[in-house]
């Protein structure tokens, strides 16, 4: 199937599955994203990042070039030290490169990326405000939602609400992160990152300190998500099932400096089911990908 | 069951710990007898602090006031200093080293120095409070403002937050804790400044009283001034406390 004939599909998912509870969210008209055209959303031509100064100089990441369509989910893969958090920086404008280019829809990035969903590690939620007030925070900071929040609070709540609705959160939005367990912060943290309907969300090793189950039951979310928004996401992470479960592509980096050394399309049918990791299929890209890292860290 | 008696228990610990002190002070006076001229007993000090009460209550209400200036002044200027070192490493690096000399000079040293410029009374007590008050809360607010998480501000910044909005946002809130516990050792030692000053130059005031008693070698009424400034202090710390509860709940998880 053709990325446009999937994209069609997802957009029409979108409009039949998530029309009712999804018409209460349509806020502001510039937030219904264009079809797909050619133009990839993300792209990256010839980055390189050194860190350091002086004496002390290391190329982090190497002229890559990498590009991300419009609604794709791309994972990055590689081994420990690779500059998979640099990509991340590089993308979202945090960091210039030092050669090369970034460009985000065609525009070239010069200063920290706006509109970008993020979540790490860690959720850095904050610790003084309840799981809804921080799902809300960006929306007391992205344009247009800043200007309005005050005036349809009640409104942003509901969206909000709705959101936590569907990762099972509803019942803790009034407690405080500390509160909650792991995996639950790590679902906020993931809400907080796509509240305002981001049009890319960076995820770094987002599931990374959480227990098996748990984590799995996170892959599933984040698919249910990505296929009602049909944001494009990139996703770093050096667990390989991960990476094959959610992603349509994905990149093995060298260690560093950081170059692409395999790039491997992931042609499995959506929705997929943790059953499918089990499966021939799945289990093939997983090992042709583990092999190439294996063989780029001897 | 258990907990809730444990807590009722702790709550009475600080008084019983009181009245021991209290009682071990009256019998090492009763023991030392006529000798006891210096050190009076608890009893002599409470009545003392009867007879006098007409003079010890103007002066307490003067030291009370001169510290709260102070120590409102303190917290004030305090969170402007701090939030400037915190937010900007160029005002941290040209600041700071002044600052830690400023702290590192003896304030009794400087109370002449005030008297000279505003005179004797309440404007150098004030001052000497402030002074000695408002390091703590710059260092506490920069140390605050310095620890915001780096993922964190990545976070604000990717979604599209100016600097303001991750001050107001993150850095105040996160902040927060650290300010209210430096109010209370603020609190404390602006009482210290404002008897100071007192002592070596007002009219009015504890510092004052407990001067002119003990040039009057009424040891009784000196002690009585420390009371009053010990409970005051006690006071002030415990209001404080209420208040720092009251606004950083979340920092006092797991309860």
């Known amino acids: ?298 | 069951m258990k907990t809730s008696t444990n807590v009722a228990r702790q709550a009475w610990v600080p008084w019983v710990t009181t009245l021991a002190l209290l009682v071990l002070w009256q019998i090492v006076a009763m023991v030392l007898g006529s000798a006891s001229l210096m050190l009076p007993a608890p009893t002599a000090i409470a009545q003392s602090i009867g007879q006098h009460y007409d003079v010890i209550w103007p002066n307490a209400l003067q030291t009370l006031y001169t510290t709260g200036l102070g120590f409102g002044l303190a917290v004030a200027l305090g969170m402007v200093f701090g939030l400037a070192i915190g937010a900007s490493s160029l005002i941290y690096r040209g600041v700071y080293p002044l600052l830690i000399a400023f702290n590192a000079v003896p304030k009794v040293a400087l109370v002449p120095i005030f008297v000279l410029w505003f005179g004797i009374g309440t404007l150098p007590a004030v001052v000497t409070a402030f002074s000695l008050a408002v390091f703590p809360i710059i260092v506490n607010v920069a140390t605050g403002l310095s620890t915001i998480d780096a993922e964190m501000e990545d976070v604000m910044r990717s979604l599209g937050a100016t600097r303001w909005d991750i001050l107001t946002k993150v850095g105040i809130p996160r902040m927060a804790p650290y300010l209210f516990a430096s109010l209370k050792i603020a609190i404390t030692l602006a009482f210290v400044g404002s008897v100071l000053s007192e002592t070596i130059a007002s009219n009015e005031g504890i510092g004052f009283l407990m001067q002119a008693a003990s040039s009057r070698f009424d040891v009784p009424l000196v002690f009585a001034g420390v009371i009053v400034i010990a409970a005051m202090a006690v006071i002030a710390y415990q209001l404080c406390e209420v208040i720092e509860g009251r606004f950083t709940h979340w920092a006092k998880r797991g309860k």
């Open chain 1, 1 to 298: 199937m053709s990325m446009s004939e999937r994209l069609a599909e997802l957009l029409a998912f979108d409009s039949k599955g998530g029309a009712e509870p999804m018409a209460a969210c349509a806020l502001a008209p510039e937030e219904q994203r264009p079809p797909h055209s050619g133009q990839p959303y993300v792209d990256l031509r010839g980055a390189s990042l050194v860190y350091g100064s002086g004496g002390e100089q290391m190329l982090a990441i190497d002229r890559l070039d990498l590009q991300v369509g419009q609604g794709e989910f791309v994972a990055v893969v590689g081994p420990s030290g690779c500059g998979k958090s640099t990509l991340m920086k590089l993308v979202t404008g945090l960091l210039q490169p030092d050669a090369g280019a970034v460009f985000i829809q065609g525009q070239k990035v010069t200063g920290p990326v706006r509109n970008v969903g993020m979540a790490f590690q860690n959720s850095t939620l904050l610790p003084w405000r309840t799981t809804l007030e921080n799902v809300l925070l960006p929306f007391e900071l992205v344009k247009p939602h800043r200007q309005r929040i005050r005036r349809h609070h009640a409104e942003y709540r509901a969206r909000a609400m709705h959101l936590l609705d569907v990762v099972g959160l509803k019942d803790f939005a009034e407690k405080y992160p500390w509160e909650l367990s792991g995996g639950m912060q790590q679902r906020a943290n993931v809400c907080r990152a796509l509240v305002h309907q981001p049009p890319l969300l960076m995820l770094d090793e987002p599931f990374g300190a959480l227990d098996a189950f748990t984590r799995e039951e996170l892959w599933l979310l984040t698919q249910q998500l990505w296929l009602k928004q049909r944001f494009s996401a990139i996703l770093v992470t050096h667990d390989l099932r991960e990476a094959v479960f959610l992603a349509d592509r994905v990149i093995v980096l060298s260690k560093r400096p950081g170059r692409i050394i395999l790039e491997r399309r992931v042609d499995l049918p959506r929705p997929r089911s943790l059953a499918h990791t089990y499966e021939p299929a799945f289990s093939e890209i997983v090992h042709e990908i583990r092999d190439t890292i294996l063989e780029a860290r001897a």
